[in-house]
């Protein structure tokens, strides 16, 4: 790669954060006006959230199987297996739970998200939206990205859930770790505030991110079936990278 | 609604005045300083060759598109200037019918035309429903209420698409293109409820086509326009025996004239290597 296209790619990567910048403060300015459509909002938290149920839950419990294998061994070693329960509570909650969820959403829900509003821009479902005086920022984007926001907590909530299922199923009834160890250590240890709260607010943050991502995706994707299929393969590469990232500085201020 | 008031005189009878107006889009300079006046009540079309900015033309009228330079006044408000609330207020009197119908997918037939009553209009679910149900009689689709819109051929869609745009009894229609890829039951058919609208309801109508038989049956003027003017303009018929190259090469439907059939593009000969110091 010569120089100058090292710069004029560096030049757009710029010009493409600071688009969805705006775009972003765009979104948030149509916020109060989306709350008219609050069913569409509805709608779309059901599409995320709901229709995300069987994917979250299936991979939640097994990444709390295969964590109770994988510690169940390590601990083993040290003789403190009694602190699986605790190990894989801590590890759900603070990190795996929030970070899996939102790629499994950006997956699953912010591919078809992205796919749904190119397609609308590429039929002039935008532009006619536009053409009968209703706001596509306010119909289409905002009540997309509040979904997002709202979902996610919950899906990794169900997730945290699911794990612990698996851990448990593991651990416990596989295994033969003692039930009372098992659920006693990870009460007492586990924090509301440092880290349940901490691990919803990084879901929180990842919504946001993922839907904010996936609808400008969309909304930017040029009006043609190749333009919708890389902006759709742009919403899970660029999703994922920004979550790994915010997940290490979120990480790095909430220790 | 924050309308700006026409500083420079108007005809009373234009709904649609276009003064100078100058684009570019791109390197490209679509108008320059390009004139239109629309009558009210009249059926006008937008002629001229592809890529010459007749779309363009249309969401200058919206304010879907602000102009470079030039004023562009529907219903004596100058739409470059309207805020975003007052664009919005005049929309609401103005139906598009887009190229390609763009009906919202999820939504049945009845759902898309019963849309914009739905976000504007606080009705009884009944009255919409007359309103509504009114509306796809007068395109001949009541009875395709439920239909979704994958459903649906091209100029079913087109029609429901015509429902939808008359829903709120505008006073001006932009048709885009609006024959395109039917055949000729259906383009029958639309022409029908373009002329139909246009004398009942008094529906100003400007249509963009390129179908010289149909913009025949039903223009009562036509606005030529090549390379970002106004090249001629009149009655269709007049505009048909008009001897200018322009109308001579788009109503005669020549290959080659004022539009040239190349592209633009270096020297044939030099370019294949048959000519230069070395041959």
């Given at each position: 790669?010569?120089?100058?296209?090292?710069?004029?790619?560096?030049?757009?990567?710029?010009?493409?954060?600071?688009?969805?910048?705006?775009?972003?403060?765009?979104?948030?300015?149509?916020?109060?006006?989306?709350?008219?459509?609050?069913?569409?909002?509805?709608?779309?938290?059901?599409?995320?959230?709901?229709?995300?149920?069987?994917?979250?839950?299936?991979?939640?419990?097994?990444?709390?199987?295969?964590?109770?294998?994988?510690?169940?061994?390590?601990?083993?070693?040290?003789?403190?297996?009694?602190?699986?329960?605790?190990?894989?509570?801590?590890?759900?909650?603070?990190?795996?739970?929030?970070?899996?969820?939102?790629?499994?959403?950006?997956?699953?829900?912010?591919?078809?998200?992205?796919?749904?509003?190119?397609?609308?821009?590429?039929?002039?479902?935008?532009?006619?939206?536009?053409?009968?005086?209703?706001?596509?920022?306010?119909?289409?984007?905002s009540?997309?990205?509040?979904?997002?926001?709202?979902?996610?907590?919950?899906?990794?909530?169900?997730?945290?859930?699911?794990?612990?299922?698996?851990?448990?199923?593991?651990?416990?009834?596989?295994?033969?770790?003692?039930?009372?160890?098992?659920?006693?250590?990870m009460?007492?240890?586990?924090?509301?505030?440092?880290?349940?709260?901490?691990?919803?607010?990084?879901?929180?943050?990842?919504g946001?991110?993922?839907?904010?991502?996936?609808?400008?995706?969309?909304?930017?994707?040029?009006?043609?079936?190749?333009?919708?299929?890389?902006?759709?393969?742009?919403?899970?590469?660029?999703?994922?990278?920004?979550?790994?990232?915010?997940?290490?500085?979120?990480?790095?201020?909430?220790? | 609604?924050?309308?700006?008031?026409?500083?420079?005189?108007?005809?009373?009878?234009?709904?649609?005045?276009?003064?100078?107006?100058?684009?570019?889009?791109g390197?490209?300079?679509?108008?320059?300083?390009?004139?239109?006046?629309?009558?009210?009540?009249?059926?006008?079309?937008?002629?001229?060759?592809?890529?010459?900015?007749?779309?363009?033309?249309?969401?200058?009228?919206?304010?879907?598109?602000?102009?470079?330079?030039?004023?562009?006044?529907?219903?004596?408000?100058?739409?470059p200037?309207?805020s975003?609330?007052?664009?919005?207020?005049?929309?609401?009197?103005?139906?598009?019918?887009f190229?390609?119908?763009?009906?919202l997918?999820?939504?049945?037939?009845?759902?898309?035309?019963?849309?914009?009553?739905?976000?504007?209009?606080?009705?009884?679910?009944?009255?919409?429903?007359?309103?509504?149900?009114?509306?796809?009689?007068?395109?001949?689709?009541?009875?395709?209420?439920?239909?979704?819109?994958?459903?649906?051929?091209?100029?079913?869609?087109?029609?429901?698409?015509?429902?939808?745009?008359?829903?709120?009894?505008?006073?001006?229609i932009?048709?885009?293109?609006?024959?395109?890829?039917?055949?000729?039951?259906?383009?029958?058919?639309?022409?029908?409820?373009?002329?139909?609208?246009?004398?009942?309801?008094?529906?100003?109508?400007?249509?963009?086509?390129?179908?010289?038989?149909?913009?025949?049956?039903?223009?009562?003027?036509?606005?030529?326009?090549?390379?970002?003017?106004?090249?001629?303009?009149?009655?269709?018929?007049?505009?048909?025996?008009?001897?200018?190259?322009?109308?001579?090469?788009?109503?005669?439907?020549?290959?080659?004239?004022?539009?040239?059939?190349?592209?633009?593009?270096?020297?044939?000969?030099?370019e294949?290597?048959?000519?230069?110091?070395?041959?």
């Amino acid at each position: 790669m010569n120089a100058n296209l090292r710069r004029n790619w560096l030049l757009q990567g710029i010009a493409s954060v600071g688009d969805c910048g705006l775009f972003f403060a765009a979104v948030l300015g149509s916020l109060p006006k989306s709350l008219r459509y609050w069913r569409e909002t509805c709608r779309q938290v059901w599409f995320v959230g709901a229709m995300s149920l069987v994917i979250v839950m299936t991979c939640g419990l097994f990444i709390g199987m295969v964590l109770a294998l994988q510690l169940y061994y390590t601990l083993s070693i040290f003789g403190g297996t009694s602190a699986l329960g605790t190990v894989i509570a801590l590890s759900l909650f603070r990190e795996l739970g929030p970070v899996v969820t939102a790629l499994l959403v950006a997956g699953r829900a912010g591919t078809a998200v992205t796919a749904e509003i190119g397609l609308m821009r590429a039929t002039d479902q935008l532009d006619a939206m536009g053409m009968m005086a209703v706001d596509p920022m306010a119909y289409v984007a905002s009540p997309r990205f509040l979904a997002g926001v709202i979902a996610m907590p919950l899906l990794a909530c169900v997730f945290n859930a699911m794990g612990i299922f698996g851990g448990h199923l593991v651990g416990v009834t596989w295994l033969g770790l003692d039930n009372g160890t098992f659920w006693g250590n990870m009460t007492s240890t586990v924090s509301l505030q440092r880290d349940i709260l901490d691990g919803l607010y990084k879901s929180i943050v990842f919504g946001g991110v993922v839907s904010l991502i996936a609808v400008f995706q969309g909304y930017t994707a040029p009006p043609t079936s190749e333009g919708v299929a890389y902006s759709t393969t742009r919403t899970v590469v660029f999703s994922s990278i920004v979550i790994l990232a915010f997940d290490f500085v979120m990480t790095a201020f909430m220790t | 609604m924050n309308a700006v008031a026409v500083t420079h005189g108007s005809p009373a009878d234009a709904l649609v005045q276009v003064r100078g107006l100058r684009t570019r889009i791109g390197a490209k300079m679509i108008f320059d300083g390009l004139d239109v006046d629309v009558p009210r009540g009249s059926i006008t079309a937008i002629m001229g060759p592809s890529g010459t900015g007749k779309t363009t033309l249309l969401r200058h009228l919206t304010g879907q598109l602000r102009p470079d330079a030039g004023s562009v006044i529907v219903d004596g408000v100058d739409v470059p200037k309207l805020s975003r609330r007052a664009l919005f207020n005049l929309r609401e009197r103005i139906g598009f019918l887009f190229q390609n119908s763009a009906l919202l997918t999820d939504f049945s037939v009845f759902e898309n035309v019963a849309f914009p009553l739905r976000q504007h209009a606080r009705l009884p679910e009944e009255l919409l429903r007359d309103i509504v149900l009114t509306k796809l009689q007068a395109v001949g689709l009541r009875g395709a209420a439920q239909l979704m819109p994958a459903e649906l051929s091209g100029g079913m869609a087109r029609r429901v698409a015509l429902a939808r745009a008359i829903v709120f009894d505008p006073m001006l229609i932009l048709y885009d293109e609006p024959f395109v890829g039917l055949d000729p039951i259906a383009l029958n058919q639309v022409l029908r409820l373009i002329k139909t609208l246009n004398k009942t309801l008094g529906i100003t109508s400007i249509l963009v086509a390129h179908e010289l038989a149909a913009i025949r049956q039903v223009a009562d003027r036509v606005y030529l326009i090549a390379n970002g003017k106004l090249v001629a303009q009149g009655a269709p018929d007049e505009l048909a025996h008009q001897d200018s190259p322009w109308t001579r090469q788009f109503f005669g439907g020549e290959a080659d004239g004022p539009v040239p059939f190349h592209y633009p593009a270096p020297d044939y000969a030099t370019e294949l290597g048959f000519a230069g110091p070395h041959r």
